[in-house]
């Protein structure tokens, strides 16, 4: 489930694709979809989604400043931080 869940994130992150462009190339092979050109069109939609992921990702503030995908730091770890902080380790 959890990873149906992941492929249905990343494909609806994927942005607008060519679909007249894929709907065209479907009806001039006339006939149904092999599974080359299935999982050719799965790899390509996955990689347009990673490319876009990545690039908005990447922008300053994109992860740290998205709290959405941005995962806290728990309680305990933040009582370490600043016990360490305070001995001077704050590099």
Avoid: H, R, W
């Avoid at 994927?14 to 679909?19: K, R």
């Avoid at 990545?54 to 931080?81: F, R």
Wanted: proline share 3%; hydrophobic share 40%.
């Amino acid at each position: 489930m959890f990873k149906f869940i992941s492929l249905v994130l990343l494909l609806t992150s994927c942005g607008q694709l060519d679909v007249k462009d894929t709907l065209n190339s479907v009806l001039k092979s006339g006939g149904p979809l092999t599974k080359t050109e299935m999982s050719a069109g799965l790899k390509q939609a996955l990689m347009k989604g990673l490319d876009k992921s990545v690039s908005s990702l990447s922008q300053t503030n994109g992860y740290l400043g998205d709290s959405a995908l941005k995962i806290p730091l728990p309680e305990e770890a933040k009582i370490i931080k600043s016990t360490l902080s305070k001995l001077g380790m704050n590099s």
